[in-house]
């Protein structure tokens, strides 16, 4: 029997990055693939998502100050990628050096952004997972 509940023992105790934002996203047990989670990222923006697999495979809206910014689908991030990360301690003192092991999911498809009213079409079009081409499709007021 399939569940579509995760679990931290999967590969969500894995952390997702999304540059545009430099963000990190570790989502809970209690996420459910195929359903929208809300995540903030500051006072006036947030996003949500829809993860169809634990990789980074996702429909994401992105909302500042309330309005949609922009939307798209996330691919999968082609392998689990790594970085240096440290700790501050509580008086201010740098911890221990690690290795951060994270995933990176890459746009795929069209992309609708919203800025002053306008909608920008931005079409990522990838080939064995390599962004090929980026794309202005057009410009328009809203």
């Known amino acids: 029997v399939f569940s579509s509940k995760l679990s931290f023992s999967q590969t969500w105790s894995i952390p997702i990055y999304l540059p545009e934002y430099s963000r990190y996203i570790r989502l809970s047990d209690d996420v459910r693939l195929n359903h929208t989670v809300t995540i903030v990222h500051s006072p006036n923006i947030y996003f949500r998502f829809v993860f169809f697999d634990t990789m ?3 429909y994401c809206e992105v909302y500042k100050s309330k309005k949609l910014y ?5 691919e999968n991030s082609l392998d689990t990628l790594k970085r240096y990360s440290s700790s501050v301690t509580g008086k201010g003192r740098r911890g221990k ?4 092991k994270y995933f990176e999911p ?3 498809g069209e992309w609708i952004e919203t800025v002053n009213g306008r909608i920008k079409r931005k079409n990522y079009e990838m080939g064995e997972g390599v962004l ?3 794309k202005s499709l057009s410009s328009s007021d809203n």
């Open 132 to 134: 090929i081409q980026a």
């Open 56 to 58: 980074g495979k996702s």
């Open 106 to 108: 890459l746009k795929n």
């Open 97 to 100: 050096i690690s290795v951060l």
């Open 70 to 74: 922009e939307k798209g689908y996330y």
